[in-house]
């Protein structure tokens, strides 16, 4: 079974900052099935990256992906107040479709 | 823009069946995408339970398979997840979701709570 694990498990920043969250696979993965999901308190998951960096709709340009292999990343250039929330990584490549554990993202 | 709206029991016995049923607005259900349910729990995060194509096929977490039905009803342009033998470790917000490309999770309802007690 193919293991997201997300690194750091939690960030302390402030609006305006530059961040970029972990995502490594246990196993080499295709760019095509890594997918990215922010989810803010009390609300469902939205997906904001798929194939690893194309945005889906509707998404900011300051939210960009990019990776290969193991190694995923997601960068926020620019935080935003609204940015504070869990982001999720998740590979559909192979059955389970897993989800990383998350990165919690907190205002300093 | 598409809708799905979970509904279905809130509270289920330990050993009985969970169903849980989604109701799709602003698209037919029959026309393409598939549709499938992800549970969130504090002990295991995300987890994918499964997902169904309009023909049918239906794709399973294994961890989870022996126990899971997902169905479709295109009459009624809806969805439902049947999970027997529940015990405590069942205890989720359950999503139902449409995704693209399998596993590309792009809608997903507000999610609903089911504890597994007795």
């Known amino acids: 079974e193919l293991v997201l694990t997300q690194s750091p498990g939690s960030l302390s920043l402030s609006p305006g900052e530059r961040v970029t969250l972990s995502c490594r696979a246990s196993q080499i993965i295709s760019s095509s099935y890594l997918a990215w999901y922010q989810q803010k308190p009390g609300q469902s998951p939205r997906l904001l990256i798929f194939?690893?960096?194309t945005r889906a709709t509707g998404i900011p340009d300051r939210f960009s992906g990019s990776g290969s292999g193991t190694d995923f990343t997601l960068t926020i250039s620019r935080l935003e107040p609204e940015d504070f929330a869990v982001y999720y990584c998740q590979h559909f490549g192979r059955s389970p479709y897993n989800f990383g554990q998350g990165t919690k993202l907190e205002i300093k | 823009q598409v809708q799905l709206q979970e509904s279905g029991p809130g509270l289920v016995k330990p050993s009985e069946t969970l169903s849980l049923t989604c109701v799709v607005s602003g698209y037919f259900i029959s026309s393409g995408y598939y549709w499938g349910w992800i549970r969130q729990s504090p002990g295991t995060g995300l987890e994918w339970i499964g997902n169904?194509?309009?023909?049918?096929?239906?794709y399973y977490n294994p961890s989870l398979k022996s126990r899971v039905t997902i169905s479709l009803d295109t009459s009624k342009n809806q969805f439902s997840l049947r999970l027997t033998s529940v015990t405590a470790a069942d205890t989720a917000v359950y999503y139902c979701?449409?995704?693209?490309?399998?596993?590309?999770?792009?809608?997903w309802g507000q999610g609903a709570l089911v504890t597994v007690s007795s």
């Open positions: 979701v449409r995704a693209f490309s399998e596993g590309i999770f792009d809608s």
């Open positions: 169904i194509y309009r023909d049918g096929n239906t």
């Open positions: 194939a690893a960096s």
